[in-house]
């Protein structure tokens, strides 16, 4: 339950399958693609991907359970995305002139999927894109996430943005904005 000095979010995601997968990274920092891929989206009623984040000033560092199971925290994609939420906390708090109160707070991340890992349902990229939403929201973080999100998944930005649409997917594409609760 949270109290006055610790907050909790929960968000859940879509999964989608890819039909034309991207082949390799044409930027290794940025996580680019080489290529496009075409993928369709999952009924999440069915099959997602779900985060809960507590932040709390009692939690000493952060701790994090995937599918039941502690991470190591040392991840150095969970690391990036960790490190880049709170500076965009940071600035955000700095040019609003508030107080950035949950800068020293701990976290405690469970993150699970109702499907399986590694069986092409791009486990990863839902995964990432659920918890950089869900960390946006628990900071208060405005405007444009892609681009933390890409940091732990290439593919995770799907959820964010569309950069292609077939014509039966449009409605399955924009339901990837819609359904990341």
Not at 7 to 16: D, H, L, Q
Request: charged content about 20%.
């Amino acid at each position: 339950m949270a109290t006055p000095d610790s907050k909790t979010v929960t968000c859940t995601g879509p999964v989608n399958i890819a039909v034309i997968k991207y082949w390799g990274k044409r930027d290794g920092k940025l996580i680019l693609p080489i290529n496009a891929s075409l993928s369709g989206t999952l009924d999440q009623d069915e099959l997602c991907a779900k985060t809960s984040i507590m932040a709390s000033s009692e939690f000493t560092g952060d701790r994090m359970w995937l599918n039941g199971e502690e991470q190591n925290m040392e991840n150095p994609r969970l690391h990036k995305v960790l490190s880049k939420i709170r500076d965009l906390y940071m600035r955000q708090a700095e040019a609003a002139g508030s107080p950035a109160d949950m800068k020293e707070w701990g976290l405690r991340i469970c993150s699970e999927n109702n499907f399986p890992t590694a069986a092409g349902l791009a486990s990863s990229a839902a995964g990432y894109a659920c918890l950089v939403f869900t960390l946006a929201k628990l900071y208060g973080i405005q405007g444009d996430i892609s681009e933390v999100a890409r940091l732990g998944s290439g593919m995770s930005v799907q959820w964010y943005f569309l950069f292609y649409c077939s014509p039966f997917s449009a409605k399955n594409i924009s339901m990837n904005l819609s359904n990341l609760e």
